[in-house]
């Protein structure tokens, strides 16, 4: 089956320190999504995606989160600096249109100290 | 504020007992969506269910739609322990010019062997 990948898996980083997310989409999914999860806020939209321009990044803290989609194959999340209220699990979801459900990868479970 | 609610926030039941969660949305929808959540995992497409229709089935699941009380149901009937997961319903909401996907906090299903 197709699959959504991030890398990577875990991340435990320091206060202060960037870190960079990376997702690969399915292969013809135009929609890719950046989420956030925590048992506080639950799945918070960060970013949207379609055909690589971005549509609505409004949830994102705009002074030290950016994502970006380099190519159709590549889509990115950036903190920089991190802090530790960022720790959370983020997930990438890819899929084509609105009709049609997305997929969701495994996610990466953030951890800043 | 979140979008769609679901109700109620935990449910426990038996093996072979039916399972029925709720979700209710604040504005008009393009269609919803449940997905499932196993613990540690990413969010896995259940079913999408557009706003003309009213009810849906796929397998042991049965998807309910009432767009005059903005509210939808999700049935599992005949319940396994591997059913076991929190389940999410997501509303595509109209934002400029795009639709939004927006998830609820979800419902903790347990099911007992």
């Known amino acids: 089956d197709a699959r959504v990948t991030q890398t990577p898996r875990d991340k435990v980083t320091e206060m202060g320190q960037e870190v960079t997310m990376r997702c690969q989409p399915i292969l013809g999914h135009n929609t890719v999504f950046w989420y956030r999860q925590t048992m506080m806020q639950g799945l918070e939209l960060l970013a949207y995606?379609?055909?690589?321009?971005?549509?609505?990044d409004s949830g994102m803290p705009k002074d030290r989160f950016s994502a970006e989609m380099p190519d159709a194959t590549l889509a990115t999340l950036k903190i920089q600096p991190s802090e530790p209220r960022d720790s959370a699990v983020y997930f990438c979801?890819?899929?084509?249109?609105?009709?049609?459900?997305?997929?969701f990868g495994s996610g990466t479970r953030l951890t800043v100290v | 504020s979140q979008q769609g609610e679901e109700d109620p926030q935990a449910l426990s039941i038996q093996e072979g007992e039916n399972a029925t969660m709720n979700c209710s949305y604040k504005?008009?929808?393009?269609?919803l969506q449940w997905y499932r959540q196993n613990s540690g995992r990413g969010l896995v497409h259940l079913i999408l269910?557009?706003?003309?229709?009213r009810e849906k089935h796929s397998g042991r699941l049965r998807v309910t739609l009432d767009t005059s009380k903005k509210s939808s149901s999700l049935l599992i009937t005949a319940s396994r322990a591997a059913d076991t997961a929190s389940y999410f319903c997501?509303?595509?909401?109209?934002?400029?010019?795009?639709?939004?996907?927006?998830f609820g906090r979800g419902t903790s299903l347990i099911v007992h062997p």
């Open positions: 269910i557009r706003s003309n229709e």
């Open positions: 979801a890819s899929g084509y249109g609105t009709g049609n459900g997305y997929t």
């Open positions: 504005t008009s929808i393009n269609n």
């Open positions: 997501a509303t595509d909401v109209a934002s400029g010019g795009s639709y939004i996907p927006t």
């Open positions: 995606f379609r055909n690589r321009a971005p549509l609505d």
